[in-house]
């Protein structure tokens, strides 16, 4: 299977930047697409971001359109999320996440992914 370990989180001014890391091991073989979801105290889990493991297209919320940046490293079968001019309402814990699946691949649905971090916490203060 796949495990994810997600890390780089923590607190951080409002304004301020932070870089998450999530690293895949076991059958990274079989991965296709990776994503970046957020869920804090009450609410339902939230898209982020996600990326074709190809690296051909990404995909933003647009609550972080021009702010968040997802890349990755395919050698250290990492990706990252990069995080500038973080708000207040970003503060939640956040689970990068990964898709084995095919071609018809919805990156915003939270069931279409089959792996999952523990999550790594990210607070921003006013």
């Known amino acids: 299977q796949v495990q994810l370990v997600e890390s780089g989180g923590g607190l951080v001014q409002a304004g301020g930047s932070l870089r998450l890391s999530c690293t895949a091991s076991g059958r990274t073989f079989s991965i296709y697409a990776m994503g970046w979801f957020r869920q804090a105290p009450g609410k339902e889990r939230e898209f982020v971001a996600a990326?074709?493991?190809?690296?051909?297209?990404?995909y933003y919320a647009n609550s972080v359109k021009g702010r968040f940046t997802i890349s990755r490293d395919n050698a250290k079968n990492t990706i990252y999320l990069q995080m500038n001019s973080l708000k207040p309402e970003d503060t939640a814990v956040y689970y990068c996440?990964?898709?084995?699946?095919?071609?018809?691949?919805?990156?915003?649905?939270?069931?279409?992914?089959?792996?999952w971090g523990q999550g790594t916490q990210v607070t921003v203060s006013s």
């Open positions: 990326m074709r493991w190809s690296g051909r297209m990404t």
């Open positions: 996440a990964a898709y084995t699946g095919g071609m018809e691949y919805t990156p915003d649905s939270p069931k279409e992914y089959d792996y």
